[in-house]
């Protein structure tokens, strides 16, 4: 049986909603599409359609006009409420998290859009070998490389690259070409391709302060400019939306995987190969200590799929020569 939310309301009526309704119906208000939503929750868009369509059919009500897409005035209602009744199980599965080593459900964090198609394909396989584990997908940000784990807010987590922390072990998902992300006005916008040259001296998007470092060498290619940091823009964005729409706006430029650019096309933005930069990783992060049934049987499938399936469904693109 799934796990529900209930709320009461004035009909004296008990509405019983499923929680994966809820976040569906949240995405959409968050994101301002349904396709960008299911990208969100690692769905397909006719699924999400389906999550909202039946929580207005279990609520009697319709929430959101679909063209254009915006919430009706019973949607204006609902979104404070569906937020405080996600924060409540989220607060309580926080409250003993680590307690008992309860193999029941298995908190997934995914970053941006993870480990490109191999994501959905690890959760898939993973809810078919063990249909009696639950699993919860958190979006993180950017600064939660390492503290979604550590403070056991996820079990294990899709980010990028592998944190530099001896509490966490990292299993490489995907080895992929790095891009940057530049304004559709910008001067590089034309070309097909970048080389570290091009792109060292730009200014980049910010990220919060306690983001980690691995990270922010990552982002900004700090071992190919010997240490230094870069010019920045003047906006701190901490996660793939807020990035966009900052260097759709000319605020910044930003860098990612090459894989990014098939998970988030975004009008005014273009993505270019750094085409002399390092190939890196995303990775499968848990924690090291932890020993759980549903923690090791995730990693394996994880680790199986990435061998034998990687080439399959993320294969390497074709780049022009440096």
């Known amino acids: ?3 529900g939310v209930k709320v009461e309301y004035p009909a004296d009526t008990v509405k019983v909603m499923e929680l994966r ?73 926080d409250a003993v998290a680590g307690l008992g080593g309860d193999d029941s459900v298995l908190r997934v964090g995914i970053m941006g859009h993870g480990s490109a198609e191999l994501t959905p394909a690890i959760l ?18 950017y600064d939660e490389l390492v503290s979604a784990l550590v403070e056991h807010r996820v079990d294990v987590a899709f980010v990028r690259p592998a944190p530099a922390d001896d509490r966490i072990e990292a299993d490489v998902m995907t080895t992929e070409p790095r891009i940057v992300l530049v304004s559709a006005r910008s001067p590089l916008a034309a070309a097909d391709h970048a080389t570290l040259a091009d792109v060292l001296d730009l ?11 691995a990270f922010t060498d990552y982002l900004y290619f700090m071992a190919a400019r010997g240490g230094e940091w870069p010019r920045n823009g003047p906006d701190t964005t901490r996660n793939p939306h807020e990035c966009l729409t900052s260097v759709a706006a000319g605020r ?29 990783d995303s990775v499968l992060v848990s ?26 469904l993320v294969p390497p693109p074709v780049l022009p020569a440096a």
Request: glycine residues 6%; proline residues 9%; without cysteine.
């Open 287 to 312: 924690r090291r200590a932890d020993a759980r049934p549903a923690v090791q049987a995730f990693r394996s499938v994880a680790r199986s799929m990435a061998r034998d399936l990687g080439p399959v």
């Open 252 to 280: 910044g430029v930003g860098s990612a995987l090459y894989s990014f650019m098939r998970f988030h096309p975004w009008s005014g933005v273009r993505f270019l190969p750094v085409v002399d930069a390092p190939w890196d």
């Open 21 to 93: 309704q809820l976040a569906s119906f949240l995405a959409v208000v968050e994101e301002g599409q349904f396709a960008r939503a299911a990208a969100r929750l690692f769905l397909s868009p006719p699924a999400v359609t389906g999550h909202v369509r039946q929580l207005e059919r279990e609520l009697g009500v319709q929430l959101l006009e679909r063209s254009p897409l915006r919430l009706t005035a019973a949607g204006e209602r609902f979104v404070p409420h569906a937020r405080a009744a996600l924060d409540a199980v989220n607060a309580a599965t």
């Open 1 to 3: 049986m799934n796990p």
């Open 203 to 213: 200014p980049y998007l910010n990220v919060p302060q306690r983001t980690p470092e």
């Open 124 to 141: 898939r396989a993973y809810r078919q070998a063990r249909p009696q584990t639950g699993v919860v997908v958190e979006p993180l940000n």
